[in-house]
């Protein structure tokens, strides 16, 4: 994948628990962060107990700073 002409990237924002995981594709415009990404995908207001100043953002499997840069099918 790749952005489109008008900058939209797609990426998928996955929250994962030991026997659950919540999975939503976003489409994000080019130079969005990963922080964008988490506040985009409505998890706050979706996921009972979540708490995103709690959690390791990562891209696959990877652990990053909240204010990375996000690619196209990340």
């Known amino acids: 994948m790749s ?4 900058g939209t990237m797609w ?5 994962a628990l030991g026997d659950r ?8 415009p080019a130079g969005a962060s990963a922080a964008d990404a988490l ?3 409505g998890f706050a207001t ?3 107990g979540f708490d ?9 499997g990877r ?3 909240p204010q990375t840069t996000l690619r196209d099918g990340d």
């Open 11 to 15: 990426v998928e924002v996955i929250y």
């Open 52 to 60: 995103a100043a709690t959690i390791t953002h990562a891209i696959y």
């Open 21 to 28: 995981a919540w999975r939503v594709t976003l489409a994000l």
């Open 63 to 65: 652990p990053i700073d």
């Open 3 to 6: 952005p489109d002409a008008a």
């Open 39 to 41: 506040a985009r995908s």
């Open 46 to 48: 979706t996921i009972p």
